[in-house]
């Protein structure tokens, strides 16, 4: 029994992370002075958002991965970005 659920649970995760690598953003902020509001990390560079909902705060290269080609991608230039 351990086995079949240890599997099925296997199944489930490798196409949980499957599905991550397929999805796309539709929109990417990038070179942005992003303040978070939260302590833990208060400044950001990018943010993504997929169907309205921020998916992704990090430096350029976390949301990097985020973008496809039918993504928009804005460039901030540096601009402050409050949520």
Known sequence: ???ILFAVLLCFNLSLFSFAQTVTAD???VNANVRTMDDKQPKA???AVWQNKIVA???N????SLIGK???V???K???VLP
Request: aromatic share 4%; net charge positive; proline share 0%.
């Open 1 to 3: 029994m351990n086995k």
């Open 27 to 29: 929109l990417v902020v």
């Open 45 to 47: 560079q990018s943010f």
């Open 57 to 59: 705060v990090g430096s």
């Open 61 to 64: 290269n976390d949301t990097k």
């Open 70 to 72: 039918n993504t928009r």
């Open 74 to 76: 804005i460039d901030a």
């Open 78 to 80: 540096g601009k402050l």
